[in-house]
């Protein structure tokens, strides 16, 4: 902090919690530069989006693909199976996403 | 994003002060002190007795010459450490009591409650007496000591160092079961891997060259009550006969300060009718007997009492009290202990931060034990039936130690809420509350104003300390968790 010097212990407990919760959270453009976030948005798979048809045949990758962005790279568990906890073999019986999608089942965590 | 912003600001609860031409902020919910820069103290008076908007509050500041980006990083860090507050902010509840399995951490064993002075200010025996003693047996056994060393090692679970202390009564007339407690509780707290601590309180009648030896081989931290010179000590310290004790104990208070060079030896001073002239008490016990440390409480009573402070003498004490915190600064700022404990106990627990539930630890890590092995809040409840927790045998009563603590919970206490002085404060003794009230969660209202200044002073030496000479705190900091 700038304008504030802690004196004590509890200062000082108060000014690492605020340290600690601004280095929590970066966003692209700040120090140290340049921040790589991890995840879908730095491979640009498509998301969970249409393509300008509004349909899923023209995206730029089979709409399949995103399952796996989000179930290996991006540990999502909101939307897929999570596979670092709790699901590790969810897609072990889906060698091609395309022909095999039939086979990933539904989980129940 | 913009509409985030539109909240008001007002000044958190903060105690502001100033020392050798810097500003601080004491903050009441966290008990930290803060040195402030001149720009964050000047947001702090414009919110001194007004709400100011975000938008117009970064104005104001870049009108007095910050730039955008500067004002709002201020106002950031004063609003992050709740120095200012949104003005719609609600208030956290006050947090619940201490766990119900908090460790022990001290006895206090009274392993007699009989005594050899008469001294007519007596909690204990006095006027304002709440002990029940009779039929009770008036020396400690043997076995009960043992049993609440016991006691103390299994409740104390997981610490690695315990206290006792040993009172009375007057201590010394059961100096051979003291002994005894000493080697057993050691042994026991090595067995256990846990450092045993040992303090006593006596009136020093009865000190003897072998009591002394053992004192200083054991490392045990003695504090002598005791009021002052011949004339002041004499008046209210007195044997049963009326006669005074100073010529009894002066020699041997000059023996134990020469002999027991283990632990610091503190005096403890009960301020009175009439005895009231601090500073000639201090140069006495501190410069004349050689003392380590010396403090002073004005005397605990019902109000009214022929020996009771009155206005004029609590005036008189505190301005005794600020010259020597002056003489406390100068000291410290050449590196050098001074040895008024009013003080230094209050810049202890001011480096810290702490920020009390309750006035003290009794009841939660500290427990009483009277001569029968009942057990009380602390030793100013010994004996007392209406106050019993429980004895060492049957263990605590944990629904009377829950309705103790949640009376005297700072929480609990109305007037205390408003107070920036609470966290050191919150709401003071327990005992001096049910004497001076009836109930031991009863804010103590005679002390407010006193102990607001008196904070107030010792935040302003402790800015002072901080901003010319901040290594002496450090090395306060480490000998206050050595003591």
Redesign the interface.
């Known amino acids: 902090?700038?304008?504030?010097?802690?004196?004590?212990?509890?200062?000082q407990?108060?000014d690492e919690l605020?340290s600690s919760t601004e280095e929590d959270v970066v966003a692209l453009q700040q120090a140290p530069r340049p921040h790589v976030p991890m995840g879908c948005s730095l491979a640009f798979s498509p998301g969970w989006e249409v393509d300008a048809g509004g349909g899923t045949a023209g995206l730029c990758q089979p709409v399949e693909r995103d399952i796996y962005d989000c179930y290996v790279t991006c540990f999502w568990p909101v939307q897929v199976p999570d596979h670092v906890n709790y699901s590790p073999d969810w897609a072990s019986n889906c060698a091609v996403a395309t022909k095999d999608w039939r086979s990933l089942d539904i989980v129940f965590p | 994003m913009t509409s985030m912003m539109t909240h008001s600001y007002r000044r958190g609860e903060l105690h502001a002060f100033e020392a050798v031409g810097h500003d601080?902020m004491y903050?009441v919910s966290?008990?930290?002190?803060?040195?402030?820069?001149d720009?964050?103290s000047g947001v702090l008076s414009r919110l001194d007795d007004r709400e100011m908007s975000h938008p117009d509050l970064i104005q104001a500041l870049v009108e007095g010459g910050y730039s955008n980006i500067d004002a709002e990083?201020?106002v950031r860090?004063?609003r992050?450490?709740q120095?200012i507050v949104p003005s719609d902010v609600v208030k956290a509840p006050p947090p619940p009591g201490p766990p119900k399995d908090f460790p022990l951490q001290a006895l206090v064993l009274n392993i007699t409650n009989q005594c050899n002075l008469a001294c007519t200010y007596c909690y204990e025996f006095g006027a304002d007496k709440i002990a029940t003693p009779q039929g009770k047996p008036k020396y400690m056994t043997l076995d009960t000591a043992k049993a609440s060393v016991d006691f103390l090692l299994k409740e104390a679970a997981g610490r690695k160092g315990v206290h006792i202390t040993f009172f009375g009564g007057e201590t010394l007339m059961n100096f051979r079961l003291l002994q005894e407690v000493v080697g057993y509780a050691t042994a026991k707290g090595d067995a256990q891997g846990c450092k045993v601590g040992f303090s006593l309180t006596t009136n020093a009648t009865l000190l003897t060259d072998e009591i002394i030896a053992f004192l200083s081989e054991n490392a045990i931290g003695v504090t002598v009550s005791m009021d002052g010179p011949p004339d002041l000590q004499n008046k209210r310290r007195v044997y049963k006969s009326g006669k005074g004790s100073y010529e009894v104990i002066e020699p041997r208070l000059r023996k134990l300060i020469a002999g027991h060079k283990t632990r610091a030896i503190t005096a403890r001073v009960t301020l009175t009718d009439g005895v009231t002239d601090v500073i000639r008490i201090f140069r006495h016990l501190k410069e004349d007997l050689g003392f380590h440390e010396v403090g002073f409480a004005p005397v605990t009573d019902a109000g009214k009492r022929d020996y009771s402070l009155d206005e004029d003498g609590m005036v008189s004490v505190l301005d005794q009290f600020h010259e020597l915190a002056d003489e406390w600064l100068e000291y410290a700022l050449r590196g050098k202990m001074h040895g008024f404990s009013n003080v230094s106990e209050t810049i202890g627990e001011?480096?810290?931060?702490t920020?009390k539930s309750h006035p003290c630890g009794a009841g939660i890590g500290l427990l009483g034990v009277s001569p029968s092995g009942d057990l009380s809040p602390c030793h100013r409840f010994t004996d007392a039936d209406t106050h019993s927790l429980g004895t060492i045998a049957t263990g605590v009563d944990h629904n009377k130690r829950d309705d103790f603590l949640s009376k005297g919970h700072v929480g609990a206490k109305y007037e205390c809420q408003t107070c920036w002085a609470r966290p050191l404060c919150a709401g003071g003794c327990h005992h001096e509350a049910f004497v001076r009230y009836g109930d031991t969660g009863h804010a103590n209202l005679h002390y407010c104003d006193w102990i607001r200044t008196w904070t107030d002073t010792c935040l302003k030496i402790?800015?002072a300390v901080?901003a010319l000479n901040p290594a002496f705190l450090e090395r306060f900091a480490e000998r206050k968790a050595l003591s």
């Not at chain 1, 304008?3 to 004590?8: D, E, V």
């Not at chain 2, 966290?30 to 820069?37: H, I, R, S, T, W």
């Open positions: 902090m700038k304008h504030l010097r802690p004196l004590n212990k509890k200062a407990q108060i605020i | 601080f903050l966290a008990g930290a002190v803060f040195a402030l820069d720009a964050a990083e201020l860090e004063l992050l450490v120095g001011l480096i810290q931060g920020n402790y800015g901080s």
